[in-house]
């Protein structure tokens, strides 16, 4: 099969998309990466090739060792990725040692993959193991709401997670361990890659300040709609702070505890007292 006729890429593409129409894509802000099947990989072996060049990711990714990833191209627009997938995307396969790749497909007018690798790989390394295998998507977007937030916020992990859920009743359930905050930091580099992956050991969500967000899930669905449910939060988080300060009600610590309870979901103690 051909690279782009396979339903794994053609899900990639939409997200790239779905995300641009968000507005969550300026010029070439966000990435996107996606651990793909042994049994994908196999489907489109008559496109692949293994002549490139071995780079080094910048980090070591020992769990990931001999993957492929499907990732967005560093500089590379969302919004160009549905016109010309082979220019903006590629299939990079990770070597025995998790210590460099190389691009197997794709990114055809030249280039490499997303200045944010570190982080998408160690990210995926913790995350396969905490969820046994099953997450295989991460996500980097830039929606203004969330980053607002950073700006007026205390970046603390229980001020978010507390904030975030209170603003709809859907929150503790699509993310029932919270949100993490990463504070400023240089991105795509080995030390934000550090930092976020220690965060992603707990939970799905993590926020960088003044930049964007960062999410895991099994699938392109869930994790586009992971990003999509906590900027909604965030963006009536705004609607409310822009119109007075102070809530006159919310969802109370005991709510959310009853929630749990009907929605069969356990929401830490830790962000309800
Ligand atoms: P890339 O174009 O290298 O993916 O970088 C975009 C970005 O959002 C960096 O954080
Ligand atoms: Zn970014």
């Not at 191209?73 to 025995?96: M, W």
């Not at 977007?141 to 950073?150: E, M």
Request: hydrophobic share 40%; glycine share 8%.
């Amino acid at each position: 099969m051909k690279v782009l006729e396979a339903s794994f890429v053609q899900g990639f593409i939409r997200m790239c998309d779905d995300g641009f129409n968000q507005n969550w894509h300026e010029r070439n802000g966000g990435n996107l990466s996606y651990r793909v099947r042994e049994e994908e990989i196999e489907s489109v072996k008559e496109e692949l090739a293994w002549d490139n060049p071995w780079q080094p990711i910048g980090t070591s990714v020992p769990g990931l060792a001999g993957e492929y990833f499907l990732v967005t191209g560093s500089g590379k627009y969302f919004r160009n990725v549905i016109l010309d997938p082979a220019a903006n995307i590629c299939i990079v396969e990770v070597d025995r040692a998790g210590e460099n790749y190389r691009i197997c497909w794709g990114l055809v007018n030249g280039g490499r993959p997303t200045s944010e690798l570190p982080s998408h790989l160690m990210n995926h390394e913790v995350k396969k193991q905490a969820s046994g295998g099953r997450h295989r998507v991460i996500y980097h977007a830039h929606p203004a709401n969330i980053i607002a937030l950073t700006f007026v916020l205390p970046l603390e992990d229980k001020v978010f997670t507390r904030e975030l859920w209170e603003m709809a009743t859907e929150c503790p359930v699509v993310f029932p361990d919270g949100v993490g905050v990463v504070g400023w930091m240089v991105p795509g580099g080995r030390d934000i890659a550090a930092a976020t992956s220690r965060l992603m050991k707990k939970y799905d969500v993590a926020i960088w300040a003044h930049h964007g967000c960062f999410c895991s899930g099994e699938d392109f669905d869930l994790t586009f709609g992971l990003m999509h449910t906590v900027e909604k939060s965030a963006e009536i988080l705004v609607k409310v702070l822009s119109i007075r300060p102070d809530k006159l009600q919310t969802i109370s610590p005991q709510n959310f505890r009853d929630l749990a309870v009907d929605f069969h979901v356990t929401l830490p103690e830790e962000f309800l007292s």
